[in-house]
């Protein structure tokens, strides 16, 4: 849906790079024409923001499911679709029709699979990929085992300059664990892998990657020593960027007691000293992404014994909220918050978007940061419940979204 | 000292249901020091009765008890349904490993199944942690875990427990827990729910608990549960007084953990000569099956003064009687175990 005619968005408080100020937006034809302290002009629809915050759209970097109602009570105007799809999106076809998929209030952001069928073996054709919309290269729930085939894969997307999008876990350490070693996993009887399985990838992938150039984005990095490895490539000037999702900065390993199966995610939860490393790294830099890893699971996959459950969480309501609560403890300002959420995603993707800027595209959601209300997976607009914050109390809702300067809902 | 009688042990526990106030019974991990000596004692009349010709009680006529075992048992369920018979119950096995699980049944329906035939209390097996306690939370019968994956086996610490009591009392150090006494449990600590609910088990009733396996099988973080870890097996054995030894899980293991059995016999086998560093007058324990020329020589095994192996069956039943007993209680309608002063609310520890 084009936007027919030009809106202003009153009273709010502008979320922009340089800090949180009181302005006004004005967007026409999709895209944001002027912000600050301007006067509407005649024949505009104007919108009082009533004093809420007036950020950018969010882009959710790695989602596994389209899926529209979450993501749009989440606030998100913009996800990147993992390629683990069925079939997966590993040829052209596949890509250019999901890039099609969201239109026009939900943009979808294909990432191609790495390798053909995913399985870690022979390239896919990332350039016709790249042309029929992907906007970056991803190895799927799993790393690549074969380093030589990583090597070559980084390298050749670095030609295309298409970041590739890392999951960091040594298969041979991890097997068939669905638990982080340690007191928790013991005590639960539950197959564990060593944390270092993510460190060893970690390391792996930026070796790699300051070998050959390329954009690489570590998905989740969850660990104390490969936050460190991370902080110290980004020192010597690697292209690295790293991501996590609230799971790992909000809960511990405590959360997989009484085998809540909602607390199956992959990467595991981490017992809380990786928490606390988490935190400190999204308050240094370190981390520079933070995205829902949306994955909506059904009873069928999580009502069942913990170690046969798939992992996964229906994350896109709760990304606000759970990242307002760093804002709220003195961490990070508002500015940083949207950042991690909207505008390194975009940055990343190279899209126009995830900032209030002219020239962007006008995704705009205005939200309630103060606004209390209480997660239940029965009530959510998620395809499934499965969120690890079930009945927790949060803070922050999205009230309003535009989406290239036209409402939605 | 055991009787027919319930009542002897009044006024050592908590009066009527709030001696065991829990519906089911998942682990050792939920239950308190003097729930596990309740049991304990519960068993001892049956122990006796067990002895006698005529092995047969009422106390559970009328009463369905379900076995549904998912994973191939041959003692265990044996066990089960010997108590169950004896105690003039109904007794049904369920081999699921061969049943309507094959057919794509999920656990949730196979547990709603059971439940609709109103059966007065499950047993379950299962090879994935925790799956007893997801039955658990959809039936509304007692539940009695019999080994779920890597997690929990409260009646084989119970009964482990139980024939060490009896070994100590014959020997005439008996007393009612193990305060001083060392016990060191060996072989595959990782895939062993044995050794985690003996190492619960033993310690809340006073024992020094000793690990020993090579690292690989030796799970992270074990210290936590209160047990000291060792590698080297004639360390551990020093001075304990309890030599535990526990069998290789080659079934669930997923590549290579130790390089032959005969090396690991070399490591970790319980000889003549290893049993002499322990203690003097060792008990050896095992909860079988035996891997015998493995973890354990035969000579060891079958040494009538040291080894318990075979009373730790004999306990088993006992044990497994005073659970099913006690768990049906509340259902019978035992004065003092009804509606009201037992049973934990099942939803507290909401966020809101």
Not at chain 2, 6 to 20: H, I, L, M, N, V
Not at chain 2, 68 to 75: G, H, K, L, P, V
Not at chain 2, 162 to 174: I, M, N, P, Y
Request: glycine share 10%; with cysteine; hydrophobic share 45%.
């Amino acid at each position: 849906m084009k936007q027919l005619r030009p809106l202003t968005i009153t009273g709010g408080c502008l979320v922009t790079p340089d800090g949180v100020k009181p302005g006004v937006i004005r967007l026409a034809e999709g895209k944001i024409v002027a912000l600050g302290d301007i006067p509407p002009d005649d024949g505009d629809k104007i919108v009082d923001a009533k004093g809420q915050l007036v950020a950018p759209g969010l882009v959710d970097l790695g989602v596994f499911a389209v899926d529209r109602p979450a993501f749009h009570f989440g606030g998100i105007t913009r996800a990147a679709l993992m390629p683990d799809q069925l079939p997966p999106l590993d040829l052209p076809s596949r890509v250019s029709y999901i890039a099609k998929s969201g239109k026009p209030d939900l943009w979808i952001h294909p990432l191609a699979a790495a390798t053909r069928n995913l399985d870690g073996y022979e390239l896919a054709e990332l350039g016709l990929m790249r042309n029929a919309g992907a906007r970056g290269v991803a190895t799927g729930r799993s790393w690549i085992a074969d380093s030589g085939v990583m090597a070559r894969l980084l390298g050749y997307a670095a030609m295309l300059d298409l970041p590739v999008i890392a999951h960091p876990e040594d298969g041979g350490l991890v097997g068939e664990a669905v638990a982080t070693a340690g007191e928790m996993a013991t005590r639960l009887g539950l197959p564990s892998a060593p944390q270092q399985a993510e460190v060893l990838a970690v390391a792996r992938d930026i070796a790699l990657a300051e070998m050959t150039g390329a954009r690489l984005h570590i998905r989740q990095v969850t660990t104390v020593a490969a936050l460190d490895l991370v902080r110290a490539a980004k020192q010597r000037g690697v292209s690295v960027t790293a991501g996590v999702t609230p799971a790992h900065f909000m809960l511990s390993d405590l959360a997989t007691a009484e085998f809540r199966t909602f607390a199956n995610l992959s990467p595991p939860l981490r017992p809380e000293i990786h928490r606390q490393a988490v935190i400190a790294a999204i308050g240094d830099g370190t981390i520079d992404v933070v995205a829902s890893g949306h994955d909506p699971r059904g009873p069928e996959d999580k009502r069942l014994p913990f170690s046969d459950a798939k992992p996964g969480m229906a994350g896109a309501e709760t990304l606000l909220a759970m990242t307002l609560t760093l804002v709220r403890d003195g961490l990070i300002d508002t500015a940083r918050a949207f950042d991690l959420m909207a505008g390194a995603p975009a940055r990343l993707l190279g899209i126009e978007a995830g900032v209030l800027q002219e020239g962007y595209e006008a995704d705009i959601a205005l939200i309630d940061p103060e606004r209390p209300w209480v997660v239940d997976s029965r009530k959510m607009a998620a395809t499934a419940g499965n969120t690890p914050f079930d009945g927790q109390p949060a803070q922050g809702r999205a009230i309003a979204l535009f989406k290239g300067g036209v409402p939605i809902g | 000292m055991a009787s027919m009688d319930t009542s002897s042990t009044s006024g050592r526990f908590p009066a009527g249901g709030q001696a065991f106030p829990h519906r089911d019974l998942l682990g050792i991990g939920q239950v308190e020091r003097h729930e596990i000596l309740f049991l304990l004692d519960e068993a001892e009349q049956w122990v006796e009765m067990n002895r006698q010709s005529a092995k047969h009680s009422d106390t559970l006529a009328g009463l369905t008890i379900i076995n549904a075992f998912f994973e191939n048992s041959t003692r265990t369920l044996l066990s089960f349904e010997i108590a169950g018979k004896r105690l003039g119950a109904d007794v049904v096995n369920m081999h699921a490993a061969q049943s309507s699980v094959k057919k794509g049944e999920t656990l949730i329906d196979t547990a709603i199944t059971l439940n609709a035939m109103r059966a007065d209390a499950i047993v379950i097996r299962h090879g994935s942690s925790g799956a007893v306690d997801l039955i658990a939370g959809k039936v509304d019968c007692p539940v009695l875990n019999a080994g779920d994956g890597q997690h929990e086996h409260p009646t084989q610490a119970l009964l482990d427990a139980l024939a060490l009591r009896h070994a100590l009392e014959a020997r005439g150090e008996g007393s009612e827990d193990f305060t001083g006494l060392t016990v060191t449990i060996c072989g595959d600590i990782l895939h062993s729910r044995v050794a985690r609910s003996n190492i619960l088990c033993l310690t809340a009733l006073g024992a020094s608990v000793r690990l020993c396996a090579p690292p690989a099988l030796m799970p992270a973080g074990i210290e936590a549960m209160g047990a000291r870890p060792f590698t080297d097996f004639d360390e551990a054995l020093r001075g304990t007084d309890v030599a535990m030894m526990l069998r290789l899980q080659t079934e669930r293991m997923s590549g290579q953990f130790i390089p032959s059995a005969r090396e690991y016999h070399h490591l970790y086998g319980l000889t003549r000569e290893r049993l002499e560093r322990c203690a003097p007058d060792a008990l050896v324990m095992h909860p079988g099956p035996m891997n015998r020329g493995v973890e354990i020589d035969s000579e060891v095994a079958d040494m009538l003064d040291r080894s318990i192996i075979t009373r730790q069956v004999e306990m088993g039943v006992a044990i497994r009687m005073a659970c099913l007993d006690v768990l049906t209680r509340k259902g019978r309608g035992v004065p003092g175990w009804g509606d009201n002063d037992g049973g934990r609310q099942k939803d507290e520890g909401q966020w809101v």
